[in-house]
């Protein structure tokens, strides 16, 4: 699995803009940014991808049936969430939901790419 997470952050690494290191988009969690988040512990990165992939199943399943401002409150949570593990795409998708609650292809976005994020999460510590 390391080695795997080596690959996948050399790989994955964020641009260089102006000497700035931005946020990598290329893959569903931007493993650079993560690694920053846990100081570069390993095991913190397993803990923290191993409950990224179960809440996030957690909140596409609340999603199912709930009102509009519960909606809402899910979408913000699953900003956040994303934003601090790098989850840059997931975390654009949450954002736009947020706001456009009623529109069907910004929920079917948002699905897939929280699908993404938590399957990559989970090939990371599998």
């Given amino acids: 699995m390391l080695q795997a997470v080596l690959k996948a952050r050399k790989a994955g690494a964020g641009e260089t803009v102006g000497g ?17 988040q846990t100081c570069g512990d390993r095991a913190l990165e397993a803990d923290v991808l191993g409950m990224l ?7 596409l399943r609340r999603l199912d049936g709930a ?9 913000h949570a ?4 994303a934003r601090n593990v790098g989850a840059f795409r997931l975390a ?7 706001t456009a ?13 929280a699908e993404a994020a938590a399957s990559f999460a989970r090939s990371l510590i599998d």
Avoid: F, M, N
């Fill in 67 to 75: 009102r509009e401002e519960d909606r809402r409150q899910i979408a």
């Fill in 101 to 113: 609650l009623r529109d069907p292809a910004a929920l079917a976005q948002l699905r897939r790419e």
């Fill in 78 to 81: 699953l900003k956040g969430t």
């Fill in 92 to 98: 654009d998708c949450a954002e736009r939901y947020e």
């Fill in 20 to 36: 700035t290191q931005c946020p990598s988009r290329r893959r569903p969690i931007d493993l650079v940014h993560l690694a920053r």
């Fill in 53 to 59: 992939s179960r809440q996030l199943d957690t909140l």
